[in-house]
């Protein structure tokens, strides 16, 4: 018989940190058996069921992880944790910090979205902000007023993408992916 590993994804939510997806594995290999688990005929495959209490016993042992100088990795404990089905996690992770649970279904709280858009925005920015302050200086040191104006405008469109009044208005995801720096008028 060919065995395999078998994971499930559990989401855990927190007060103030973002959501976190864990692979529990129900099924693996090794020469440990992990707590909760049995051995498969002589080993080394094992069995371990979802059960709460295994998959508590497991998002506690990650909470109580601790750094290189003793620090917690996870400091913040969990407010809940639910097993999803696989597919109800999204493939594109760019919003995975705003995940949450609601009547059993996984998706995205807006706010956390629309907060964790205006932070991807702010370090695009940052980025671009050194590429635009240097043509500025350059144009200012070559005294080319109209290119010097020309930047400008191009620089303050990225100071103002964070306000972009769309992502207060965005229902989904989706609408935020289409708001950029590039998608700006004027």
């Known amino acids: 018989m060919r065995y395999q ?3 499930i994804p559990v989401l855990i939510e927190f007060p103030t940190e973002p959501a ?7 099924q693996g290999r090794g020469d440990v058996l992990p707590e909760g688990a049995k051995w498969i005929g ?6 371990r069921p979802p059960t709460t209490e295994n998959i508590q016993r497991k998002i506690d042992e990650r909470n ?4 290189a100088v003793g620090e917690l990795l996870h400091p913040e404990a969990p407010v809940r944790w639910v097993q999803v089905h696989p ?4 493939q594109d992770r760019t919003y995975r910090n705003a995940l949450c649970c609601v009547d059993g279904k996984v998706q995205h709280d807006m706010v956390k979205a ?5 932070k991807l925005l702010r370090h695009e920015r940052a980025a671009k902000f050194q590429e635009l302050d240097g043509q500025w200086m350059r144009a200012a040191g070559q ?12 620089r303050q469109k990225w100071r ?8 207060d208005a965005a229902q989904s995801v989706e609408e935020l992916k289409q708001i950029s720096v590039t998608s700006l008028s004027g």
């Open 20 to 26: 976190a997806v864990m692979n529990y594995t129900c």
């Open 143 to 154: 005294g080319n007023k109209a290119e010097q104006d020309v930047v400008e405008v191009e």
């Open 87 to 90: 597919t109800e996690i999204p």
């Open 5 to 7: 590993y078998v994971e």
């Open 160 to 167: 103002d993408a964070p306000a972009d009044p769309r992502i």
């Open 64 to 67: 109580s992880a601790r750094n």
């Open 42 to 47: 002589n080993g080394p495959w094992w069995v």
């Open 114 to 118: 629309r907060e964790w858009h205006r």
